[in-house]
């Protein structure tokens, strides 16, 4: 849904999470968010049709641009239509 998205939660271990679309079925946007702030997006990370033999590491992987607490991911050109850039602040309610 447009209105949708998941948010991955990482305040009790901030890093650099590794992301990749195993069995996605839709392309995607990547918000990475450290502190409320937004400090990087991956716009339309595209899903991956996948043989019955493929590798788990064959697979593109996505790495945020630093440390981050949370990542959202939204459909694909959410973020474009939105006006979201990075810098902008977010609340968590």
Do not use: C
């Not at 702030?37 to 493929?54: C, K």
């Amino acid at each position: 849904s447009e209105s949708q998205g998941m948010l991955f939660d990482f305040t009790s271990n901030p890093g650099t999470p590794v992301f990749w679309m195993k069995d996605m079925k839709f392309n995607l946007d990547l918000i990475w968010i450290n502190k409320n702030i937004i400090i990087g997006i991956t716009e339309d990370v595209p899903y991956i049709i996948q043989a019955s033999n493929f590798k788990l590491q064959d697979l593109p992987h996505y790495l945020p641009p630093s440390t981050i607490t949370y990542v959202l991911e939204v459909n694909a050109g959410w973020s474009k239509r939105n006006n979201i850039k990075i810098g902008n602040e977010i609340v968590l309610k």
